[in-house]
Structure formats: C-alpha cells, structure tokens
C-alpha cells in the first residue's frame, strides 16, 4: 500500500476506461497499444505537460495542486467519490504501512456511552464501525441479523472478513457480487483517507492472500462511500427482507461511524420483529 504506487495505479485505471471519442479527441487510426487513453493524451486534455504527468503516474510529483487535481478529474470523468479518492491520494504522506509490526494492531475501544446508545436502539439493528470494518460494538440485534459474524474462526468481528471469507455470507446475502464489489470499494476508499491505519493494511493483506475474488475487486481501483443505501438478506430464520441503512460518522471517536438499520416497509418490520424475539431466547445458530 505504497502511496505513490496507489496514486499511478488509480490514474492508470480511470484512463484505461476511456476512449478518445469519449473525450472529444479524434479517433486514432490503426490499432492502439493500450486500452483506454494514452498518458500524452490525459496530459493534453488536462492541461499540463506530459513529462508532469508521467512524473504523477510514476509516484514522483509531490504535493499536486488543486487545479490540476480538477482537471484530471474533470478529463478521466471521475465522479465525486472517486475525485475525494484522488486528492487522499495525492496528498498522503509519502510513507509505507508495510512498516507497521507483524501482528495485528488491537482495535481502538468504544466508550460505554456508545454501548449504552447501541442497547437503546435494540429494536433495530446498529454496531459502531472502525475504518478497517472491524465491529467495534454492536447490538443484540445486529448479531441476530448477521449470524456468523463473531465466528472465532475468521478472527475479529469485521464485515469484510465476513463477506469474503464465510461461506454463509453467500447465502446471506442474495446479491453477494454486488456487496463484495460495494465492501472492496470502501476499503479502498478508507485507506486512501486513514493512511496510517494499520489494522485496515492488515486486513487488505489477509483478504488478498485468502480470496481470489478480493484480489480481483481490488485491482479494478473502484472506490466507494457506504452513507446510505439499502441491503437484502436472506435470513436463515426469518427469510428475506430488505433493510435501509444509515452510517453517521463520529469524528470524535477515531474516525468510527454509527451504522443503524431500519425497516422501509412492513417485511423488514416483521422480520426484525421475529429477529428480536429470535435473539431473546439466546439461539447463536441455527
């Protein structure tokens, strides 16, 4: 997770994507050598020399300024996830979390104010979610939603580890590619913003030595922001519903955010309601 190799790895990403004619540029006659734009092109467009640009790409232009971090964006059409992953790129400290020590760090603590609002919202499910998806806390319901999630086996409660590396997590969730891709996404995302993070450097290197599908979704450099959005699952005892879901940042606490499932209609009330009652007799599996 070598910074300077990130921002190249991203910028050449964004312009295998395109095509000249998708950026006014005349077509080009014979077969090109590379997919997408050419470096000399991204450079015309942008505005800056292509020595600078190759300087970019290479990891070797420190401290880019703002605009030319617009017209890059502006010329590889990034949208506005991807152009706030461009400037933590460029501008993050030119250092290597591969210094970090070889056993994973302990996970940051929860103050018991957390745990006590956690316990507060019992009738929907809410945990509070570190940078490196570690679950940090969560409610009774959130472990009934998610069955599986503490399993000793896979280490740490973490959602990513979850996802890539339980076998239940499949069936958990119906549209599981379009979770691993939304799950990578974020990763991404987070460790261009919380650089420092070793626990999230760790948890890339474990997924990336024990999931061929991890390895894939994180060589396509698509970044993703998780603030809202709605989740299926198919529940092993309450079948299927679907969930809307907020995350509320705690800048306070570490960079932690409060993540809180609602019910939009009245399946997922049923459901969460049977959840509940399913989580009160003490049932951990089915």
């Known amino acids: 997770m070598d910074p300077a190799q990130e921002l190249g790895a991203f910028l050449r990403s964004r312009r295998a994507q395109l095509t000249p004619q998708a950026t006014g540029l005349p077509p080009t006659l014979g077969r090109r050598r590379v ?6 092109e991204v450079a015309e467009l942008a505005g800056v020399s292509l020595v600078y640009y190759v300087r970019l790409e290479q990891g070797r232009a420190a401290n880019p300024s703002d605009a030319v971090l617009e017209a890059l964006a502006r010329v590889l059409r990034l949208g506005p996830t991807e152009r706030t992953h461009l400037r933590d790129l460029a501008r993050r400290p030119r250092t290597r979390l591969a210094h970090v020590a070889p056993s994973e760090p302990q996970p940051p603590r929860v103050r018991p104010g957390l745990r006590r ?10 945990y509070v979610l570190a940078p490196s998806m570690d679950v940090l806390a969560a409610n009774d319901l959130a472990h009934a939603l998610v069955p599986g999630l503490a ?14 590396l339980c076998t239940s997590a499949r069936d958990l969730y119906p549209q599981w590619p379009e979770v691993a891709r939304q799950t990578v996404g974020f990763l991404r995302f987070a460790a261009a913003r919380h650089a420092d993070d070793a626990r999230l450097c760790h948890l890339v290197a474990e997924l990336s030595r024990c999931s061929n599908e991890f390895r894939e979704l994180w060589a396509a450099q698509e970044v993703r922001e998780k603030t809202h959005g709605t989740k299926t699952f198919t529940h092993p005892v309450v079948g299927r519903f679907t969930l809307t879901y907020e995350t509320l940042s705690l800048p306070a606490e ?8 609602t019910a939009p209609d009245s399946t997922a009330e049923t459901a969460l309601r049977l959840l509940g009652s399913w989580a009160a007799t003490g049932l951990s599996a089915v």
């Open 117 to 126: 609002l956690l316990d507060a919202v019992g009738a929907t499910p809410a």
């Open 254 to 261: 570490d960079s932690q955010a409060l993540v809180v499932f």
């Open 35 to 40: 997919p997408g734009l050419r470096r000399e």
């Open 151 to 164: 399993d000793a086996s896979f280490g740490p409660p973490n959602i990513a580890r979850h996802i890539f």
